[in-house]
């Protein structure tokens, strides 16, 4: 069976303080990667999706990274406005997607 | 490009009694997805459709869950009856295709509490 595992739960940051969230994963055929944000009350937002390892992307002050194990998301400088929780998810072959716990992220100015 | 539409987005019952949530996804989308959000948890698919038709309803609970997709475009899901374990968020979600390349994009979700 598919299995998600994010670290930490939950996340304190001050402002402009760097960190990373790690996604561990095991799948039976990855077609993809997923990282999500989510709000308190809101839908899942789409961040990224990453297809194989050694792949990266970049967004603001986001970049996820991939391994053949697990991913990571990197927060650089980060602001109060990017608390929230990050869903990380893997999509195999029948397009099922697995969904981890989130780790809850809170940056404090 | 309006996103996701779900309703209503909060409903509270008690146990036994029956409700449905309904769900417009974005235009043009032909897979449509239902998860379930648990407090605390990441949303768990339930059923997942392309155009009327289901592909996956693996981890719905049939005894008392049901879903259908008329005409290819809204959905709703219906649970009847409830149980105090079906409090959560329902999303629903839709993408272009099934394929890779593909994200899925969620809705805001129903917020269901029964009692």
């Known amino acids: 069976e598919d299995q998600v595992t994010q670290s930490p739960e939950a996340l304190r940051l001050q402002e402009g303080e760097s960190s990373s969230l790690n996604c561990s994963y095991t799948?039976?055929?990855?077609?993809?990667l997923f990282w999500y944000r989510q709000d308190p009350g809101k839908g899942p937002e789409f961040l990224f999706t990453?297809?194989?390892a050694g792949e990266e992307k970049e967004k603001e002050r986001l970049k996820a990274t991939l391994t053949k194990k697990e991913s990571f998301l990197h927060i650089t400088a980060p602001k109060p406005e990017d608390s929230a929780t990050y869903l990380c998810?893997?999509?195999?072959?029948?397009?099922?997607?697995?969904f981890g716990a989130g780790t809850r992220l809170t940056v404090k100015p | 490009e309006a996103g996701v539409a779900q309703s209503p987005r909060y409903k509270i019952i008690e146990k036994r009694q029956s409700v449905a949530f309904w769900c417009n996804p974005i235009?043009?989308?032909?897979?449509l997805y239902w998860y379930q959000q648990i407090l605390g948890q990441g949303p768990k698919l339930l059923i997942q459709?392309?155009?009327?038709?289901?592909?996956?309803d693996s981890q719905l609970p049939k005894d008392r869950f049901s879903a259908e997709r008329l005409k290819g475009v809204d959905s709703t899901l219906k649970i009847q009856p409830a149980k105090l374990e079906d409090s959560a968020v329902y999303l629903c979600?839709?993408?272009?295709?099934?394929?890779?390349?593909?994200?899925?994009?969620f809705g805001p979700g129903t917020r269901l509490t029964v009692t």
């Open positions: 979600a839709s993408s272009l295709g099934r394929g890779r390349g593909y994200e899925q994009y």
């Open positions: 799948v039976s055929g990855l077609r993809g």
């Open positions: 990453l297809y194989s």
């Open positions: 998810a893997v999509q195999n072959n029948n397009n099922d997607m697995r």
């Open positions: 235009s043009g989308h032909a897979t």
């Open positions: 459709f392309q155009n009327n038709g289901v592909v996956d």
